[in-house]
């Protein structure tokens, strides 16, 4: 089972690992490995977040995430997004931002990084409004019941996520954007839009996703009423995963989304040690096969179904990841604390839903489950 998950990840890594060895030597090996190892650390939580959502779509849609979506991982969010930054920031050419990354590294880091507010400001709102909407929906199982009782009582309230955000986004802009770090200056005019973008983005892909699955669930329903048996695909959990064409599309849309936000600190913090694009591209593409493969474990084993509070921690993690983007508007925040504060979060959360399943006698094995879903990867 391991093997059959990690396998192409394993393979990749060491594909990868023995590339970077001939092209930079044991130095480039060595650069590659941590930022392998960074990518992994800061989007652990990543993978929660995307097996909760990914077991709800069909084995199709499973699999073009699994296929299609690691290309926009590795080749979109790792090598592209950086240059495509660097084109819009110095107003270039896509030809002169490639040159400019191959042959000025100084210079393309510098325009990268000072890009970073409003980057920041982009997925710091994104992942806010993610982690807002989880903490004040009604739920059956309660990790911090003390925070998360009131919240679900104050998210009767319309909009109110949407209310938050744009207040954390205006103070943001009027306090810490106006003493941007990384040299950036005075950036309140561009975190102010750079969040209402990622708003919006979460607005309209959420939405429209949210609408077509309502609309799904919808259907199955009338079919029932019409008795005709409703038979969605189901997972080894028992949940289900027929999730297909337009919903299933958006839903895709909405992982790609979120999985964008969530490499954000990790493509400007792999700053901190390389500034060469192709081993970045390298030792985060690598890292993020195995967020991918550990999406596909986690679904398969039916461990958010077993250990009920890993989605609770996944979604603190967010919110803290959010917080801590855009703090890092204008203070540097190491890499490690990040990746630290979401490792912390999940484990902690892992380990009340253990001390659950002891007390009422669950002992949360799924290793008798299988799953649809079916990848290489």
């Known amino acids: 089972m391991l093997l059959k998950t990690f396998g192409w990840s394993f393979a990749i890594t060491a594909a990868g690992l023995a590339l970077a060895g001939v092209l930079w030597g044991w130095q ?4 590659v490995g941590i930022l392998s190892i960074l990518e992994i650390s800061l989007s652990f939580d990543n993978a929660v977040i995307n097996a909760g959502i990914l077991r709800k779509m069909n084995a199709f849609w499973q699999k073009i995430f699994l296929t299609v979506g690691i290309l926009i991982a590795v080749f979109g969010m790792r090598l592209v997004f950086p240059v495509v ?6 107003k270039l050419g896509p030809i002169e931002a490639v040159n400019l990354a191959i042959n000025d590294k100084t210079r393309y880091e ?14 710091g709102i994104f992942l806010l409004m993610i982690f807002l909407d989880f903490i004040f929906e009604e739920r059956d ?27 954390v986004l205006l103070v943001t802009s009027m306090t810490v954007a106006t003493a941007a770090a990384h040299g950036a200056g005075d950036k309140s005019a561009t975190v102010l839009l750079a969040g209402v973008a990622g708003l919006l983005t979460y607005l309209v892909v959420a939405g429209i996703s949210g609408y077509f699955e309502d609309k799904l669930e919808e259907d ?27 919903a299933a599309f958006f839903m895709f849309l909405y992982l790609e989304v979120i999985d964008a936000s969530f490499s954000f600190d ?38 958010l179904d077993d250990y ?13 990841l959010a917080v801590i983007l855009l703090i890092t508007i204008k203070y540097e925040i190491n890499e490690v604390i990040t990746g630290l504060v979401g490792i912390v979060l999940i484990g902690l959360s892992f380990a009340s839903s253990v001390v659950r399943n002891r007390r009422e006698g669950k002992p949360g094995d799924s290793s008798g489950k299988s799953s649809e879903v079916t990848s290489g990867v």
């Open 220 to 246: 199955e329903d009338d079919d029932e009423e019409d008795g005709q048996p409703a038979a969605p695909v189901r997972n080894g959990t028992g949940a289900a995963v027929g999730l297909a064409g337009k």
């Open 85 to 90: 930054i660097v084109a819009i920031t110095a």
């Open 110 to 123: 510098h325009l990268v990084t000072s890009a970073h507010p409003a980057i920041a400001a982009f997925g």
């Open 141 to 167: 199982y309660k990790w911090l019941s003390w925070i998360e009782k009131p919240m679900a009582k104050m998210g009767k309230l319309d909009m109110l996520s949407v209310i938050i955000a744009l207040v």
């Open 28 to 31: 480039g090996l060595a650069i």
């Open 308 to 320: 009920v509070y890993l989605e609770h921690g996944a979604h603190y993690a967010i919110g803290a």
């Open 266 to 303: 990790g493509v400007i913090g792999a700053f901190a040690i390389t500034n060469d694009i192709f081993m970045m591209a390298l030792g985060l593409g690598i890292g993020a096969m195995y967020i991918r493969s550990l999406t596909v474990f986690l679904v398969r084993k039916g461990t």
